[in-house]
């Protein structure tokens, strides 16, 4: 079969795509046959080897696991000894961030506890999109408590990969949405659902009138102390960390500034393909309350093109990789 590989840590030209063994199913794994797989910035991080303490986990020099992707769906092709519930022929998705890796191949050998069955009411392509980024979205909008009708919810980065997703499920909730991005983005954060669009080469929205109940920060580009005057008094702050740093930041003045304003301040533990979160993405793509987009599909053979277009940010919607 084809798989795309690398062999050690840096940009998107260390990328190639192998032909290698067919994976063989061990006690509770199955072999799953991609049907199609998106990609998202932490596959880009999971390249480049960033953060650097994340290395700790994944090699220190060379990544000890050359396989890439983790967002798959696709259908159980072999099951191996002491799997129940799965057979031959059923559809499933799952985010493979904590699993190996491995979504861009023809075939990938998955723990069967891992898969959750796919309704037949969505394709491939859509459910793809969903498991990394939408469950980052769905977790973080309820890190502090439940989105409720009516609050007036700010997400700065929305045009990436989380972002869209957590623009329409805000607008699912009943919130008022700003989403803020570059101008080029304004449009089809519109397209999305959102209420009202900021685009921050022009305007800095900590700086305006406007109070915010819920401020979700993907972008992570502005200070705990910057961010406060964007809230209402008992707003909720929430950041989904991509640096260690920023992480340590937040997780540790947080609960200073928080008390010292009357706001909720915080960063949250995302946990990674969690059944019941993929249960309820489930429902809200059937029912269309949420509405993927894709912005291009690659085959493996041009997945180091696929991750050009993503690092280039200009992508509206989610990139495909389709064997």
Request: aromatic content about 4%; overall charge neutral; some cysteine.
């Amino acid at each position: 079969m084809r798989a795309v590989l690398r062999d050690g840590y840096g940009p998107v030209d260390i990328l190639r795509v192998s032909t290698v063994e067919d994976p063989v199913p061990g006690p509770g794994e199955v072999v799953v046959r991609v049907a199609a797989a998106s990609l998202n910035m932490a596959d880009l991080d999971h390249l480049l080897g960033v953060p650097r303490l994340a290395r700790l986990g994944t090699g220190l020099t060379r990544p000890t696991n050359r396989q890439v992707g983790v967002d798959v769906a696709g259908t159980v092709e072999e099951v191996g000894p002491d799997v129940t519930g799965l057979r031959q022929g059923d559809r499933v998705w799952a985010d493979l961030f904590d699993l190996g890796h491995g979504a861009l191949a023809d075939r990938v050998r998955v723990p069967a506890s891992a898969l959750s069955p796919l309704p037949d009411a969505l394709s491939f392509d859509v459910a793809a999109t969903a498991p990394h980024s939408g469950t980052l979205a769905l977790q973080s909008l309820r890190a502090t408590e439940p989105i409720r009708p009516g609050e007036r919810v700010l997400v700065n980065g929305a045009g990436g990969c989380v972002g869209p997703f957590a623009v329409q499920l805000a607008k699912a909730r009943g919130a008022v949405v700003t989403a803020v991005d570059h101008g080029d983005k304004l449009d089809f954060l519109r397209e999305l659902g959102a209420d009202e669009v900021i685009d921050y080469t022009r305007e800095d929205f900590v700086r305006g009138d406007r109070r915010f109940d819920v401020v979700l920060d993907i972008a992570d580009t502005r200070s705990l102390v910057a961010l406060r005057r964007s809230l209402a008094p008992g707003g909720r702050y929430v950041l989904v960390a991509r640096r260690i740093s920023s992480f340590a930041e937040k997780a540790l003045l947080g609960p200073v500034v928080s008390r010292l304003t009357g706001t909720r301040m915080s960063t949250f533990f995302w946990r990674p393909n969690q059944r019941a979160d993929l249960d309820e993405l489930a429902r809200l793509l059937v029912a269309g309350d949420v509405l993927p987009r894709i912005d291009r599909r690659y085959g493996l053979d041009a997945a180091a093109e696929a991750f050009r277009r993503l690092e280039s940010g200009a992508a509206r919607g989610k990139i495909l990789v389709v064997p």
